[in-house]
């Protein structure tokens, strides 16, 4: 009888260890499509704020260096002035914004990744089928 009781509880322990192995594979497959959601979603906003800013200041630098041109009776010249223009801020970026832009792209990231809403909510001991047992009986 004692033995039969420990023979259940085994299998219990046993069938609820296996069904959590399968929840927390779920819960990581979620967690890891969410992610990756939160990554592509956020990808994709920035690519669309990148296309519109870019078109913006294509338009801006060109009626920027006609103006520019105008004035300087060359046309030619007010593009070669924008054009430098861009080159020095490219440098200046090149050689000074590397380290800051990946610290704050990594922290951005790293908030979005990890943040609270994404830890598990299980608590580290599997849940275990419980029985009455009798501990005076002899096994």
Excluded: C, H, W
């Excluded at 990581?28 to 704020?49: D, E, I, Q």
């Excluded at 004035?71 to 050689?95: K, N, Q, R």
């Amino acid at each position: 009888m004692a033995f039969e009781k420990l023979t259940n509880n085994l299998k219990g322990l046993t069938d609820n260890g296996q069904e959590y192995a399968k929840v927390t594979a779920e819960y990581y497959k979620l967690s890891l499509f969410k992610n990756g959601m939160r990554g592509l979603v956020s990808s994709a906003n920035l690519a669309l704020r990148a296309t519109f800013g870019l078109i913006a200041m294509m338009f801006f630098s060109i009626g920027l260096s006609i103006v520019i041109g105008e004035s300087l009776d060359s046309l030619s010249a007010g593009f070669f002035i924008v054009g430098g223009i861009y080159l020095v801020i490219f440098f200046l970026v090149f050689l000074f914004a590397g380290k800051p832009l990946e610290t704050m792209l990594l922290k951005k990231y790293s908030k979005l990744a990890f943040s609270d809403d994404s830890l598990p909510d299980v608590s580290l001991v599997a849940p275990v089928a419980t029985q009455n047992i009798n501990t005076d009986e002899r096994i």
